[in-house]
């Protein structure tokens, strides 16, 4: 009988062990997911309009040429990359003569310049029109280098170096032409 009655004492010692050696809880993980798009945002341009008012010399030996006309500058505040191997790129298109007409013999209805963009990665992306008398060919491209982190950062696109293809005379009336600056993945076609 002693045999039972040890069994029935350890027995009732088990079901006796406090609740804490029990656990009533469980942990499970749950996976969370999520995606960023690569992105690029340009800036607003400041000033987005750059008149240059009257283009031609008034007076003097350049009478009717094209006047000197100082470089100006065009910031794009705030613009970002949020990913790495970024570039930057400039197009210009040279002012041309509202007048399509074929100039006559020394004149001419092209004004070509050159845009520079700085302010992303090392050196600049630079393009300098080119267009015939005729305003003929008048876009070229530039392409920065790449840059190899994401990137926020103030752009500065200067305008320089105005001329005439054979420093003619232009034709009358108003000129427009304009920069297109794309900043986005190196892997881009031109």
Known sequence: MKQTVGLSALAFLLSAAPAAAQSNTATGTVAIDGQV??????????PALVNLGQISASSGPRTGKIDAIAPRTVTLPASFCNFAGSVLRVTTTAMTSSDTTSPQPGFTRAVNYTATASGWAIGTAAATSNALRDGTSP?????????????????AVTLSNFTTPGDLILVAGNYSGNVVVTLGPAAIPD
């Open 37 to 46: 798009r690569s992105v690029c945002i340009l800036g607003d341009p400041n």
């Open 139 to 155: 876009t070229a491209t530039g392409t920065g280098a790449t840059q190899p982190l994401p990137k926020i950062a103030d752009i």
